[in-house]
């Protein structure tokens, strides 16, 4: 789901603290994460994925996009972190790397300890499906059993669109958070990873992300680590290309890629650019790739769920679509291509119904962006969003493959 921010007044930046000479740099550090399923969520994933696409296609073409928050979105990832100190409180956070801001208070109150320090600034972030106003924190935030870092965080007085969960742990780049703050709006407000890196609990600005494809509620079957790659989540090597740094995709992990079903290019040109985000479901193409992928698997639009709906007999025919970054191909076999028949009432869809994780995000300028691939994808890779070096790599899981779904 991505919550694409469009953001405003955020943070005093008393947390871009110089790494302690004397701190000892630990392994890399594991948080672990659900997918969370909501039968009661009013949009489906896919409303919600167009809407976040729109906010950042705006920046293209500079457009005026009115937003409506879509409450209770269908699908969100997300984990518990700690906020303040003997003891801490816990929030439970939305992950999404395509915003930078930490901010909590939406559902569970910011509970204040002797470590929390009010900033001169306010809050005020409006993201794709939610937004909260509030005021600008400095605290202690605890990531894992014995990891606490000094961090600005928002405090939500007012939020919507966010339910049930507390906030969000933004991963994203922090040029997102460029002219979020009021007064203080000029400056890049450093972002949990950041902060792990500077003040030296990890060796490298870097956060990886792991996830087994599931058809259960809540389970807590991801992981993300901060500081490094976990060998033991992926197989072969990790491929590695440049995150694009030109405006506006800058304010992303975005990358070139392309698409491929069967042996026919999905994209044009053969390689365009693309986003990688947590924060959305689904795989989004341009248009013109969604056409084409339409054309070759049959699939008709349902109108009750928005997705593309295939029978069963073409399920069976149904050829992997690869995703080609570098010099390295991942295939995602049919069953990766479709949302867990477990969960069809999420959607709205019939019980025995087979639906896409294809979707149309319009007919941008694919040579600028062409692609968005959200969790769908990253279920079934091994995914770097690598800081220090700029880059974003990939690798192949023990799950790329499985028949999940």
Same mark, same amino acid.
């Given at each position: 789901?991505?919550?694409?921010? !469009?953001?405003?007044?955020?943070?005093?930046?008393?947390?871009?603290?110089?790494?302690?000479?004397?701190?000892?740099?630990?392994?890399?550090?594991?948080?672990?994460?659900?997918?969370?399923?909501?039968?009661?969520?009013?949009?489906?994933?896919?409303?919600?994925?167009? *809407?976040?696409?729109?906010?950042?296609?705006?920046?293209?073409?500079?457009?005026?996009?009115?937003?409506?928050?879509?409450?209770?979105?269908? #699908?969100?990832?997300?984990?518990?972190?700690?906020?303040?100190?003997?003891?801490?409180?816990?929030?439970?956070?939305?992950?999404?790397?395509?915003?930078?801001?930490?901010? !909590?208070?939406?559902?569970?109150?910011?509970?204040?300890?002797?470590?929390?320090?009010?900033?001169?600034?306010?809050?005020?972030?409006?993201?794709?499906?939610?937004?909260?106003?509030?005021?600008?924190?400095?605290?202690? !935030?605890?990531?894992?059993?014995?990891?606490?870092?000094?961090?600005?965080? +928002? !405090?939500?007085?007012?939020?919507? +669109?966010?339910?049930?969960?507390?906030?969000?742990?933004?991963?994203?780049?922090?040029?997102?958070?460029? +002219?979020?703050?009021?007064?203080?709006?000029?400056?890049? #407000?450093?972002?949990?990873?950041?902060?792990?890196?500077?003040?030296?609990?990890?060796?490298?600005?870097?956060?990886?992300?792991?996830?087994?494809?599931?058809?259960?509620?809540?389970?807590?079957?991801?992981?993300?680590?901060?500081?490094?790659?976990?060998?033991?989540?992926?197989?072969?090597?990790?491929?590695?290309?440049?995150?694009?740094?030109?405006?506006?995709?800058?304010?992303?992990?975005?990358?070139?890629?392309?698409?491929?079903?069967?042996?026919?290019?999905?994209?044009?040109?053969?390689?365009?650019?693309?986003?990688?985000?947590?924060?959305?479901?689904?795989?989004?193409?341009?248009?013109?790739?969604?056409?084409?992928?339409?054309?070759?698997?049959?699939?008709?639009?349902?109108?009750?769920?928005?997705?593309?709906?295939?029978?069963?007999?073409?399920?069976?025919?149904?050829?992997?679509?690869?995703?080609?970054?570098?010099?390295?191909?991942?295939?995602?076999?049919?069953?990766?291509?479709?949302?867990? *028949?477990?969960?069809?009432?999420?959607?709205?869809?019939?019980?025995?119904?087979?639906?896409?994780?294809?979707?149309?995000?319009?007919?941008?300028?694919?040579?600028?962006?062409?692609?968005?691939?959200?969790?769908?994808?990253?279920? *079934?890779?091994?995914?770097?969003?690598?800081?220090?070096?700029?880059?974003?790599?990939?690798?192949?899981?023990?799950?790329?493959?499985?028949?999940?779904?």
């Amino acid at each position: 789901m991505l919550l694409v921010a !469009v953001l405003t007044p955020f943070v005093v930046l008393a947390t871009r603290v110089a790494a302690d000479p004397n701190a000892t740099p630990k392994s890399p550090i594991s948080l672990p994460f659900a997918k969370n399923f909501n039968p009661d969520g009013k949009y489906s994933p896919i409303q919600k994925d167009q *809407r976040r696409w729109m906010n950042l296609v705006k920046d293209y073409r500079q457009l005026e996009i009115t937003d409506v928050p879509l409450n209770d979105s269908a #699908i969100a990832y997300s984990a518990n972190i700690g906020v303040g100190s003997s003891p801490c409180t816990y929030y439970n956070l939305i992950i999404d790397t395509g915003s930078a801001n930490t901010w !909590v208070g939406a559902n569970k109150p910011y509970t204040k300890t002797k470590t929390s320090v009010k900033t001169r600034d306010s809050v005020n972030a409006t993201y794709v499906t939610s937004s909260f106003q509030g005021i600008e924190y400095e605290d202690t !935030v605890t990531i894992a059993p014995g990891v606490a870092i000094r961090q600005s965080i +928002g !405090v939500a007085s007012n939020s919507s +669109g966010i339910n049930p969960y507390d906030g969000i742990l933004g991963l994203g780049p922090k040029d997102w958070t460029v +002219g979020t703050l009021s007064p203080d709006n000029t400056s890049a #407000i450093p972002t949990v990873t950041d902060n792990l890196y500077n003040q030296g609990k990890i060796k490298q600005n870097v956060v990886a992300v792991s996830f087994e494809p599931t058809t259960s509620a809540s389970v807590i079957n991801g992981e993300l680590t901060f500081g490094g790659t976990d060998s033991t989540k992926y197989t072969g090597d990790i491929t590695y290309v440049p995150r694009i740094e030109t405006p506006p995709a800058n304010k992303y992990w975005a990358i070139e890629a392309s698409f491929q079903y069967g042996n026919a290019s999905l994209s044009n040109p053969n390689t365009t650019a693309g986003i990688v985000d947590t924060g959305t479901s689904l795989i989004g193409l341009a248009s013109d790739a969604y056409n084409r992928y339409v054309g070759m698997t049959g699939a008709v639009f349902d109108n009750k769920t928005s997705f593309l709906r295939i029978t069963p007999a073409q399920f069976q025919n149904l050829q992997s679509l690869f995703f080609d970054i570098g010099s390295s191909q991942y295939e995602l076999n049919a069953n990766a291509q479709i949302w867990p *028949r477990a969960y069809n009432n999420v959607i709205g869809g019939e019980t025995d119904g087979i639906y896409l994780v294809v979707y149309d995000v319009g007919q941008v300028l694919s040579q600028e962006l062409g692609f968005i691939a959200g969790m769908a994808l990253l279920e *079934r890779l091994y995914c770097v969003f690598d800081t220090t070096n700029s880059r974003v790599g990939f690798a192949t899981t023990q799950f790329t493959s499985a028949n999940t779904n």
